[in-house]
């Protein structure tokens, strides 16, 4: 099997070594090279390659952007294997369906590794833009499942089940589960979207509940509703947030 490679890169140097890359391993061969986002857009849509090798940062449009825009117009996306100088996207990388993340400068080694993932399973043409929309939240509008954080140098799947709480701070969403805290470069907004309104709800501006981890609530003096969650936590809910939970009561 030989799969067709777009490069999608705007530093020169960086594009030889894909190019040297791509060369030195059995299977792959790159189909064409791009320095910018919109060109990228371009010949994914025209070449529909097997796999794309993504710059994050690219003029005119980001390398997660072109992503964006292909999953948004509901067209089928290949195997993205994004690349940068910068770890702090890796979480919105994976989000977006990415097949891996190779941190700049990466090794023969680590490249082939990439590949070798694509090779032993690429997902068929008609199942890749099904792939994407379950990773942003489910085909058809399916509620996101999982959230890919990063914890001690590690990045692992976070079953949104598990989660108890969400906080916004500052540009990142706290998540709260499994007895720990995670950060996330997500807005609490975005990341509301995708989840499930039958189980999460916002209390209040900046914090989200999951229904299923709420173990009682109890007006306050203000017949807003204190939420106690099953972790020990507390959460206020706002009036508007408190109206909702009471008038949803059996």
Do not use: W
Request: charged content about 25%; proline content about 6%.
């Amino acid at each position: 099997m030989t799969l067709r490679a777009l490069i999608c890169e705007d530093e020169p140097l960086a594009r030889e070594t894909l190019r040297d890359f791509i060369a030195a391993t059995p299977g792959l061969v790159a189909v064409a090279e791009v320095a910018n986002g919109r060109e990228a857009l371009r010949l994914m849509r025209a070449l529909a390659p097997d796999l794309v090798f993504m710059d994050i940062q690219m003029p005119e449009l980001t390398g997660l952007e072109v992503v964006r825009q292909l999953h948004e117009a509901g067209e089928a996306l290949p195997p993205v294997i994004f690349t940068t100088a910068y770890d702090q996207h890796a979480v919105a990388a994976f989000e977006l369906h990415a097949l891996d993340y190779l941190l700049k400068p990466f090794t023969l080694a680590r490249f082939q590794a990439a590949v070798q993932r694509a090779l032993s399973s690429p997902p068929p043409p008609a199942q890749r833009s099904e792939a994407a929309l379950s990773a942003l939240g489910g085909v058809g509008g399916e509620p996101l499942a999982r959230i890919l954080v990063r914890d001690r140098g590690r990045i692992f799947p976070l079953a949104v089940a598990d989660i108890v709480h969400l906080r916004a701070d500052l540009k990142y969403t706290q998540i709260s589960a499994r007895g720990e805290v995670f950060l996330v470069r997500m807005a609490l907004s975005e990341l509301e979207a995708r989840l499930d309104p039958a189980r999460f709800i916002r209390v209040h501006r900046s914090a989200i509940v999951n229904l299923d981890h709420v173990a009682s609530m109890k007006p306050d003096e203000q017949s807003q509703l204190q939420i106690l969650m099953r972790d020990g936590s507390e959460l206020l809910a706002n009036r508007e947030a408190s109206k909702r939970l009471r008038d949803a009561a059996i």
